[in-house]
């Protein structure tokens, strides 16, 4: 999940009748989660469902309305009388066809402050931009720019400019080719010689959307007055992406003013951005109390709406429906259950008390949570701490554990199909995993700083594709050790005691290859002569990705399998 720093210097300023720990204990209540404290530093963990956390300005917002400094909607002030214009060629629609844009003026900024416009940059341009392929940010000195300016395409791959990473020109070809963000993110506009580009009257080249900004227009402390441009396959999505960098800007004290997007060519397409109009949603009394057990009346819930930065009063006409204004950057806001939450958070998620439901009968554990226990209860007995991750992991994770097969030993273990979630909405959650593995590393990755030894292990699913185009699904257990005696005898003895201690069971291995491991100090998991799952010892390639500092060992056993046995 994507994480916010936020400095407690901030915080101390923001809120001096408060100490840092008072609101450390705050903020896992505007649904957040600390990943941890370092040098002055909070590392805050934020849901990609709600990307006007994108920084630590909109994570402080809710903050304030939660501690009742600020209540109801921010105040947000949009001068209307633009004489900024951005002329679009209609030829953009063959590659990228929409772009917003807004100015901001008379602003200060620092290094923090620049560090968290490049942080929410990157959040947007990786959550609701999909890795840009939906929408992508650009920020520029304003400055620096000869208006109007033109959103338009160029059909040769010679066009050179100085992009905002390199000190020399480069035509669009080089850059595609040879930099880091072409080509990462090249294939997005790869539609023949067609390339967009933002260019002011003068042809200097503003952006090459959504590759890389140029090197002209760049920010720094120095700069006051700022042009932001958003390119988009979406014109909602666009809005929607402009909308929080505004608030943001906004917080940070700049002034805003529109821009003018002219279509050459379709004056209905012609609009003023950014749009950061509320909207309005009616919600029924009832409706919110039934959905969270409680009783409250309507002056309650108007203030807990007012206190998640929201406006509410109850409808003349009937006063049973609560009408709540929704600011325009809280975009993960959509239907009436969505305030229900809000309302929730508004009342204090601490104030709740816990009850059984009157109709709550005692059941039982199944059979396979009992075995799950005894695998469990076994596994803490050998001096083993037990982690939980989630089904869906990354696919950078696990491209750094390189998990993949590469004999002919058993088909089970091949990682090669792997199964991906189809627009996903965060990176983080890309892919369910087919191995529990890369979910240990990470983890140990996470915690370098810790006393060693480590030992790891967790009990989850994984998943592999079938030849019926379904999904089988396997309750694996995984166990990482992890300091310097993490050798090939060691994971092994693990696995022995493991299935000795739990069930009586003799395993036995045999030699296969498997580009996690090291060669030569990895085998297959016999049981009944039956491959049950896999162990050895961690290749030092995949040890120095995850930047793990011990030698590390691990083992996965396929537990639907033995039950099958």
């Excluded at 001068?79 to 772009?99: E, G, H, T, W």
């Excluded at 906004?250 to 279509?263: A, C, K």
């Excluded at 439901?357 to 695998?375: A, D, E, M, R």
């Excluded at 596994?379 to 002919?408: C, H, W």
Aim: glycine fraction near 6%; charge should be negative.
């Amino acid at each position: 999940m994507p994480v916010v720093n936020l400095e407690t210097s901030r915080i101390q300023r923001l809120f001096p009748k408060k100490k840092v720990n008072e609101i450390l204990d705050i903020l896992p209540f505007i649904g957040v989660d600390i990943e941890g404290v370092d040098d002055g530093t909070i590392r805050i963990e934020y849901n990609p469902n709600r990307p006007d956390f994108s920084s630590d300005y909109g994570i402080l917002r809710s903050l304030r309305g939660i501690m009742e400094i600020e209540v109801g909607i921010p105040k947000f002030k949009l001068s209307q009388k633009s004489q900024y214009i951005v002329n679009v060629d209609p030829m953009v629609d063959q590659v990228r066809p929409y772009i917003v844009a807004l100015v901001a003026k008379n602003g200060m900024l620092d290094d923090l402050m620049i560090k968290q416009l490049i942080g929410m940059q990157e959040d947007l341009h990786n959550g609701i931009g999909r890795r840009r392929k939906k929408a992508s940010i650009g920020i520029h000195n304003l400055d620096l720019i000869n208006f109007p300016v033109s959103y338009s395409i160029v059909e040769k791959d010679d066009f050179s400019f100085i992009p905002i990473d390199r000190t020399s020109s480069n035509t669009i070809r080089q850059i595609l080719d040879e930099s880091e963000s072409g080509k990462k993110y090249g294939h997005i506009i790869n539609h023949g010689n067609k390339y967009p580009l933002i260019i002011d009257t003068k042809e200097n080249v503003i952006s090459f959307p959504p590759i890389i900004n140029g090197l002209l227009t760049k920010i720094d402390k120095e700069t006051s007055n700022l042009f932001v441009e958003v390119t988009a396959n979406s014109q909602r999505i666009a809005n929607d992406t402009l909308a929080i960098v505004a608030i943001t800007l906004h917080d940070m004290g700049f002034e805003l003013q529109t821009v003018s997007i002219r279509y050459n060519g379709d004056s209905d397409k012609n609009l003023i951005t950014p749009k950061m109009d509320p909207r309005l949603i009616d919600i029924e009394i009832d409706y919110i109390n039934k959905t969270i057990g409680l009783d409250l009346d309507a002056n309650k819930i108007i203030k807990c709406l007012e206190k998640a930065r929201f406006q509410a009063w109850a409808k003349e006409d009937n006063e049973k429906i609560i009408c709540c204004m929704v600011p325009r950057y809280r975009i993960d806001v959509v239907n009436p259950i969505d305030l229900v939450e809000e309302v929730l958070i508004g009342y204090g998620i601490y104030n709740l008390t816990p009850a059984l439901v009157p109709t709550t009968l005692v059941g039982q554990q199944n059979s396979l949570s009992l075995y799950l226990n005894v695998i469990r209860q076994t596994l803490i007995g050998m001096g083993l701490l037990e982690i939980v991750n989630f089904d869906l992991i990354s696919r950078k994770i696990q491209n750094m554990a390189i998990l993949t097969t590469e004999s002919d030993n058993n088909d089970d273990y091949n990682r090669n199909n792997i199964l991906t979630v189809e627009e996903t909405k965060s990176i983080e959650h890309e892919i369910l995993r087919p191995s529990l593995i890369p979910s240990l590393l990470y983890c140990l990755s996470h915690n370098v700083h810790e006393e060693y030894p480590q030992k790891l292990f967790e009990i989850g699913k994984v998943f592999q594709p079938n030849n019926s185009h379904g999904i089988n699904e396997y309750w694996c257990t995984g166990v990482a050790l992890a300091h310097n005696g993490a050798n090939f005898t060691a994971i092994k003895a693990a696995v022995q005691t493991l299935l000795g201690t739990s069930f009586g069971k003799v395993i036995s291995t045999k030699p296969f290859t498997n580009s996690a491991f090291i060669n030569g100090r990895c085998g297959v998991i016999l049981l009944d002569d039956k491959p049950i799952g896999m162990m050895g010892e961690i290749s030092p390639v995949v040890i120095e990705n995850f930047r793990i500092r011990m030698p590390v060992s691990c083992f996965e056993i396929n537990f639907s399998k033995i039950l099958d046995l």
